[in-house]
């Protein structure tokens, strides 16, 4: 089975197109080889790809016939890919936050009114807009 199919069929992308487009841009190797899309894959296959920042590390056990169910990709794959590629991932996504928090920021319209009426008061109550005097 060729290496791109074989990507779709243990949904690893949710295309084929996509899995064919990863395996040109070099993302996809087969023993430490970059590989074309149409490079054959046999099982004991080490295959290691880089997927949405993360270096997925995988050996193919079993050939599917076509694309298998969710819960069945197990049979035809064991994934080998370290705890840190997952942990280094969370890293990225919690760092590129850190300056705020979710949901904070712009005010909303509400609280830009509220904002304003506050900066429209006078800080000592003894004074007086001067159109009131």
Same mark, same amino acid.
């Given at each position: 089975m060729r290496i791109d199919k074989y990507l779709w069929s243990t949904r690893y992308y949710k295309t084929r197109n996509i899995a064919t487009t990863a395996c040109k841009k070099g993302q996809v &190797?087969?023993?430490? /080889?970059?590989? &074309? @899309?149409? #490079? +054959?894959v046999y099982p004991m296959d080490r295959i290691s790809l880089r997927k949405n920042q993360i270096n997925y590390q995988l050996t193919v056990l079993d050939i599917p016939e076509s694309r298998v169910g969710a819960k069945l990709v197990n049979i035809y794959r064991k994934d080998t890919t370290p705890k840190e590629a997952f942990e280094h991932? +969370? =890293? =990225? &996504? /919690?760092? &590129?936050?850190?300056? #705020?928090?979710?949901? !904070?920021?712009? @005010? !909303?319209k509400k609280d830009r009114r509220a904002i304003e009426d506050y900066l429209d008061e006078p800080e000592d109550p003894s004074e007086k807009p001067f159109n009131e005097i």
């Open positions: &190797k087969i023993n430490d /080889q970059v590989v &074309k @899309p149409s #490079r +054959e991932s +969370e =890293l =990225l &996504k /919690q760092s &590129k936050d850190y300056y #705020r928090k979710k949901g !904070t920021g712009r @005010p !909303t």
